[in-house]
């Protein structure tokens, strides 16, 4: 098999579509960047939710979201002070974010929230009663019965989710419900 050289002509036009191609993809990042960078948001609102007007006799909904107006970085719990609740300028914005105070204030993140950025519902969880390692109350009720014991979480937790501790007297480890109060009672085997 013999190695033929391209023709110069052929190597320019492939050398223009590159350059074209090339042009094309930077142009396309840009206008994403550009999209993007809209999607934080401008302007405040006095409201959450949804609103509407009318523009040229079309009717366009006006939607608010809540932005934080300081980085707030995982584990935090949210404030707020650290919010401000703004109109939805990007029509393409769309997923699950935070678009009413009640939605955000008191809960703690799970990644870090930018500054003048959306807030993503999904990157938000309720606060632990309980840590991973640090003492606690179990409580074990059986009608006029009630025994507690000290005990050590193996896994954090909120109110009402179910967990496993080990009681620190006997080593056995039990699961119960976390209560609001910060103990845990625990269910019958």
Known sequence: MMFRPM????KEGLAARFVQSATRRLLATMLCAAAFSTMTITGASGQAGSQSSIQNGARTASKTAVIPTETIYPGQTIEETHLQVVAVTNPDLSGDYASGLDQVVGKVTNRTLLAGRVIFVAGLREPYAVERGKAV??????????ITAG??????AAVGDLIRIRNTDSGMIVS?????????????K
């Open 7 to 10: 023709n110069r002509l052929r």
């Open 137 to 146: 109350r179990i409580v074990y009720s059986n009608g006029s019965l009630t």
């Open 151 to 156: 005990g050590s979480p193996l896994d954090n």
């Open 176 to 188: 119960g419900t976390v209560m609001a109060d910060g103990t845990v009672h625990v269910v019958a």
